[in-house]
């Protein structure tokens, strides 16, 4: 797997690789990530082609998920720490 491209974003590392006819765009916040893949096709060939996928409609998908993903680590490690160990990684994740 290469990465072929990179989308600016201020808040978010945006990656695309490629390997064996599929594209991966990789989201990565924080404390976690999104990964979405993508076969190539007609009209998906290049990295280009798959920058032109990432509207501002999808950022904002995006945004919802890592909002999810944010609300569901935090509750995993609420559940299974002590309330000083779980503050400290709370805080590393916002």
């Known amino acids: 797997m290469r990465i072929v491209g990179e989308v600016e974003h201020p808040i978010y590392k945006i990656s695309i690789l490629q390997h064996m006819g599929k594209?991966?765009?990789k989201i990565e916040s924080d404390?976690?990530?999104q990964s979405y893949k993508i076969r190539e096709s007609e009209t998906i060939q290049t990295a280009h082609d798959v920058k032109k996928l990432i509207t501002p409609i999808f950022?904002?998908?995006i945004d919802k998920v890592f909002l999810d993903l944010s609300d569901?680590?935090?509750h995993m490690i609420q559940?299974?720490?002590?309330?000083?160990d779980s503050i400290k990684m709370i805080d590393d994740i916002i």
Do not use: D
């Open 23 to 25: 594209f991966t765009v």
């Open 79 to 84: 559940s299974s720490q002590t309330s000083t």
């Open 31 to 33: 404390a976690t990530s």
């Open 72 to 74: 569901n680590l935090i």
């Open 59 to 61: 950022l904002q998908k």
